[in-house]
């Protein structure tokens, strides 16, 4: 059974934008929180962004200012904004729910017991 759908990542300039969306199970997206985490080649996972069920945002000091993070209620759907990207953004995003502390939802963390198939972001200079 398929929880998390993740889509909008392709390929940008440096500067450029672009916008991940997340369609979550019903089940999930009634959780204290989601985020979206990334990973790189040959790095580890890191936390982006995390929303909780009252519309609170956090966000990794790296993407502050340029990433925003917001919900559709409607459509138990996730957003991830990103602009001014640059090439270090490069990576796979995940979207995930279903926090195991509260790490991941300040953002910092990929801690959750669901995550989606991940969609790649490349950022050209």
């Known amino acids: 059974q398929v929880q998390l759908v993740e889509s909008g990542g392709g390929s940008v300039q440096a500067g450029g934008s672009l916008r991940l969306t997340c369609v979550a199970a019903?089940?999930?997206?009634?959780?204290?929180?989601m985020g979206w985490f990334r990973q790189a080649p040959g790095k580890e996972r890191q936390g982006v962004a995390a929303?909780?069920?009252?519309?609170?945002?956090s966000y990794a000091d790296s993407v502050k200012g340029r990433f925003t993070i917001s919900k559709d209620n409607t459509k138990n759907t996730l957003y991830l904004q990103m602009n001014s990207l640059k090439p270090e953004d490069t990576a796979m995003y995940y979207c995930?729910?279903?926090?195991?502390?509260?790490?991941?939802?300040?953002?910092?963390?990929?801690?959750?017991?669901?995550r989606g198939q991940g969609t790649q972001v490349t950022v050209s200079s």
């Open positions: 019903a089940y999930i997206y009634s959780g204290n929180c």
């Open positions: 929303m909780r069920s009252d519309g609170r945002t």
């Open positions: 995930a729910a279903d926090p195991q502390n509260w790490r991941a939802c300040e953002g910092k963390t990929d801690e959750y017991n669901y």
